[in-house]
Every structure is written in structure tokens, then in C-alpha cells.
């Protein structure tokens, strides 16, 4: 499994590689989230992402995925999946974009967060992987 992620546009989106479960749990079952959780404190502590609810409902953690726009916390993880900034213009850093503007209508529709019921880690895992 591995995910990658546009830190700038214009340059090549830098290829994560993700062990096959984290805790004995599939990626399929988790969240974008999760496994931007999972790099940033096991690779990589400058990788800037957002979470807040982690169920979809403060569009906080937008991100882009191909056409769609969706809240990385209710989007499960796919193999080779290409994880971008909601909108280029209003990136900040990673794929964090300015909060000021974003609302669904000034992006793009959000996927039904209901549809999704995804795990995001829990502290104690965060924990057990930010050790190693
Ligand atoms: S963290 Fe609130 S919608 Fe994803």
C-alpha cells in the first residue's frame, strides 16, 4: 500500500509506503487521515494536514482526490491514491488550504460524510507509532 501526496504543485507528489495494516487493521477500512496521521509521525513531522472532528462534519481536513473534493477524515484509503490541496490558490502549506474561504459552494460538492464510517487512529495507536 503505498499513498502520495502533491506538497507543491508543479513538483512530483512525494510516494508514501504504508505497512499492510496499522494496528490489524486494513487501510481500506481507515481513513486519508489516518494514513497522513501514520506519515507524518512515522516519516516525515513536517507534513501539515488538518483534523479536527474526524467524522466529516467541519470540513476541516478537505482535500482533493482527482475531481472530487472530500473530507480526508470519512475517505478511505486506496492504494496509489494522489492526495492534493482542495484548491492550488488557496494552499498554505501541504494540503492545508485557507479556511477563510472554504465553503462547499466556493469548491467543490463534499461527498456525504453519512456514507462513510471510518476509523482515525486513537491515541494509544498514534502513540505506538510515533515511537518507532
Ligand atoms: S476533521 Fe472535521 S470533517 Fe474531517
Same mark, same amino acid.
Given at each position: @500500500?503505498?499513498?502520495?501526496?502533491?506538497?507543491? *504543485? %508543479? #513538483?512530483? =507528489?512525494?510516494? &508514501?509506503?504504508?505497512? $499492510?495494516?496499522?494496528?490489524? #487493521?486494513?487501510?481500506?477500512?481507515?481513513?486519508?487521515?489516518?494514513? @497522513?496521521? &501514520? +506519515?507524518?509521525?512515522? &516519516?516525515?513531522?513536517?507534513? $501539515?494536514? $488538518?483534523?479536527?472532528?474526524? !467524522? %466529516?462534519?467541519?470540513?476541516?481536513?478537505?482535500? !482533493?482526490?482527482?475531481?472530487?473534493?472530500?473530507?480526508?477524515?470519512?475517505? =478511505?484509503?486506496?492504494?496509489? +491514491?494522489?492526495?492534493? =490541496?482542495?484548491? #492550488?490558490?488557496? #494552499?498554505?502549506?501541504? +494540503?492545508?488550504?485557507? @479556511?477563510?474561504?472554504?465553503?462547499?459552494? !466556493?469548491?467543490?460538492?463534499?461527498?456525504?460524510?453519512?456514507? *462513510? !464510517?471510518?476509523?482515525?487512529?486513537?491515541?494509544?495507536?498514534?502513540?505506538? *507509532?510515533?515511537?518507532?
Amino acid at each position: @500500500m503505498r499513498i502520495r501526496i502533491r506538497r507543491e *504543485f %508543479g #513538483q512530483e =507528489p512525494t510516494i &508514501y509506503e504504508l505497512p $499492510a495494516t496499522l494496528d490489524g #487493521q486494513d487501510w481500506a477500512s481507515l481513513s486519508l487521515s489516518a494514513a @497522513m496521521a &501514520y +506519515v507524518q509521525r512515522r &516519516y516525515d513531522p513536517s507534513l $501539515a494536514y $488538518a483534523l479536527s472532528c474526524g !467524522r %466529516g462534519s467541519c470540513n476541516i481536513c478537505v482535500v !482533493r482526490i482527482g475531481d472530487e473534493v472530500v473530507t480526508a477524515c470519512t475517505t =478511505p484509503v486506496t492504494d496509489d +491514491v494522489l492526495i492534493e =490541496p482542495a484548491r #492550488q490558490k488557496l #494552499q498554505v502549506k501541504d +494540503v492545508i488550504v485557507d @479556511m477563510g474561504l472554504v465553503k462547499k459552494a !466556493r469548491i467543490a460538492p463534499i461527498r456525504d460524510p453519512a456514507a *462513510f !464510517r471510518l476509523s482515525t487512529p486513537s491515541n494509544a495507536s498514534v502513540e505506538e *507509532f510515533s515511537s518507532g
